[in-house]
């Protein structure tokens, strides 16, 4: 099945500045890959999505990045905010199961 | 407003007694899911169901039952929980099984302690 890394596992930025973070799928028939933003107590909720057709989508501060050849992609967020704390999972779907595998998580901390 | 309720939000039990965990969505979603957090884990999928009386295994489904009787409904049964089965639970619902493009809404989450 799909395996999705996810790296770093903690996050912590200075108010401002970027923060990347970073993913890796195993299955090349992967084609949509989600970003989640779970702030605590609550659900994770979808901030961003992109779909293998793509290489990059943008919306507002936040973007993602995506190589199909090296099967990864990336979520980027400018001028980070402190609303912007929260532990953001990345996703994968194999196309021809549907299946939705989540990486282990990212805690970003942004520093007033 | 649309949205995924789950009940109750927090739960302490002891092993072996029988429990369900509530899941209930107002978007006429066909593809609902739970899903069970852990720390350094993420998210991995207990149960889905693509449609009423429709359901398949996730990647943890060992010690949970689920049913799909009504197309809002998708509850999550502890037969004989475990200490092993202490986390956190969410459920989560969708248009379609890919998302749709709106991903999947979640529910707020239902932490598990079993004792």
């Known amino acids: 099945g799909e395996n999705v890394e996810q790296h770093p596992s903690t996050l912590s930025v200075q108010e401002g500045d970027s923060a990347v973070i970073k993913c890796t799928y195993s299955d090349s028939a992967s084609n949509y890959f989600p970003w989640y933003k779970q702030e605590l107590g609550k659900g994770p909720q979808l901030i961003i999505d992109i779909r293998s057709n793509v290489g990059e989508k943008k919306d507002q501060r936040i973007a993602v990045t995506l190589n199909k050849t090296a099967k990864h992609f990336s979520l980027h967020i400018t001028e980070t905010q402190p609303e912007d704390s929260a532990v953001y999972f990345c996703?994968?779907?194999?196309?021809?199961?549907?299946?939705?595998?989540f990486g282990a998580g990212t805690t970003v901390t942004v520093r007033a | 407003e649309a949205q995924v309720t789950q009940n109750p939000r927090y739960l302490i039990t002891v092993t072996g007694k029988k429990l369900t965990v509530t899941c209930s969505q107002n978007?006429?979603?066909?593809?609902m899911s739970w899903y069970r957090q852990d720390p350094g884990l993420g998210l991995r999928q207990i149960y889905y169901s693509m449609n009423v009386e429709v359901t398949d295994k996730g990647d943890v489904p060992e010690g949970y039952k689920v049913s799909r009787k009504e197309k809002r409904n998708f509850p999550l049964i502890l037969e004989s929980p475990s200490p092993n089965q202490t986390s956190l639970y969410f459920c989560?619902?969708?248009?379609?099984?890919?998302?749709?493009?709106?991903?999947?809404?979640f529910g707020s989450g239902t932490r598990l302690t079993v004792v």
């Open positions: 989560a619902s969708s248009l379609s099984r890919t998302g749709g493009g709106y991903g999947y809404t």
């Open positions: 978007m006429n979603h066909e593809y």
């Open positions: 996703a994968a779907m194999v196309g021809y199961d549907y299946k939705l595998s």
